[in-house]
């Protein structure tokens, strides 16, 4: 199972929106509504923050919002902040019942 | 409050087995509706998925990633409410920080909980 791909890095300025991606095949990203999202700060527990390709958890921000399309899942992080900057993580659910991460996404706040 | 405890040693031999421990507080190992997973993170893979157990219709079911099978067991302790993860053959690309984490029952294939992460270093 190779890991699903992301853009290693991806900047924007305060205030702007972003978009990462995540892109997969029909047996990953593209088979069920099973793909997450993960905010992760160096020597810090990864935070979940979009779980089923759309939802948030209580207490994430609305500034985070979750898309597909097709075998692509998207993660937009909208109003950006000095406090987004981190790396971000999909992670999507496989048809041979086992799950895989994408490569990773540092965000940048310029 | 779901809370997961890692315990295990920091350093690991090559070719020797790495095993770790996950103490589960708020939430019981046998939850018919929970995965209990393993993932790891390394600067040069970022986070890796490792596997998972989980108990449904009265028996226990394992997953592992298809690059570590045959080298690795997930399991289940319903005694000490805990998930161990046992590692074989350890390499220094095995070197990464260790996190158990839930799967939890409401959602698919996410996890809302983590442990504190283990940083296992391989080395001679």
């Known amino acids: 199972q190779s890991a699903l791909t992301q853009p290693a890095s991806v900047s924007g300025s305060p205030g702007q929106s972003i978009t990462i991606s995540c892109t997969g095949t029909?047996?990953?990203?593209?088979?069920?509504?099973?793909v997450s999202w993960y905010q992760h700060f160096p020597g810090k527990v990864p935070k979940l923050i979009i779980y089923e390709v759309t939802n948030r958890p209580s207490g994430v921000s609305d500034r985070f919002s979750g898309s597909r399309s097709g075998n692509t899942a998207s993660l937009t992080i909208s109003g950006l902040q000095t406090e987004d900057e981190a790396h971000y993580y999909c992670c999507s659910y496989t048809t041979g019942s086992t799950l895989v991460f994408g490569g990773g996404t540092k965000v940048t706040v310029l | 409050q779901v809370q997961l405890q890692q315990s295990g040693p920091g350093l690991v031999r090559p070719s020797q087995t790495l095993s770790l421990t996950c103490a589960i507080s708020?939430?019981?190992?046998?939850?018919?509706?929970?995965?209990w997973n393993w993932i790891r993170q390394s600067p040069s893979r970022g986070l890796e998925w490792l596997g998972r157990t989980y108990y449904r219709k009265s028996r226990w079911l394992t997953d592992y990633a298809v690059s570590f099978r045959g080298r690795i067991i997930i399991s289940p302790d319903t005694s000490r409410n805990l998930v161990s993860l046992h590692l074989n053959y350890v390499t220094p690309d095995d070197t990464a920080v260790y996190y158990c984490?839930?799967?939890?029952?409401?959602?698919?294939?996410?996890?809302?909980?983590w442990g504190q992460g283990t940083k296992v270093t391989v080395s001679s």
């Open positions: 708020g939430d019981s190992v046998s939850n018919n509706g929970a995965t």
């Open positions: 984490a839930r799967d939890p029952p409401m959602f698919w294939s996410a996890f809302d909980f």
């Open positions: 029909s047996s990953d990203v593209g088979y069920q509504n099973q």
